[in-house]
């Protein structure tokens, strides 16, 4: 009842990879759903920027707990 159909939803999730710190999961990025999907430059571009991601949770979670 989201809107989304069922293919959105696969298509999203198998793009996704977690977040570590660590060695512990933090948290989860994914892509999808973009029209012809993604080369393989796309997918590197992509997995490299996944630890600054998990790094600026990790900064924007530290910052919000002293709130």
């Known amino acids: 009842a989201?809107?989304?159909l069922q293919d959105d939803l696969l298509a999203f999730t198998?793009?996704?990879r977690p977040l570590t710190v660590g060695g512990?999961?933090?948290g989860m990025?994914?892509?999808g759903n973009r029209p012809g999907g993604y080369t393989?430059?796309?997918q590197e571009c992509a997995e490299a920027l996944a630890p600054a991601i998990a790094q600026?949770?990790?900064s924007w979670r530290a910052q919000h707990a002293l709130r």
Do not use: D
Request: aromatic letters at 0%; charged letters at 15%.
């Open 2 to 4: 989201s809107g989304l």
């Open 14 to 16: 198998q793009r996704g």
């Open 56 to 58: 600026a949770l990790v």
């Open 40 to 42: 393989a430059e796309e």
């Open 24 to 26: 512990q999961v933090i």
């Open 29 to 31: 990025v994914g892509l």
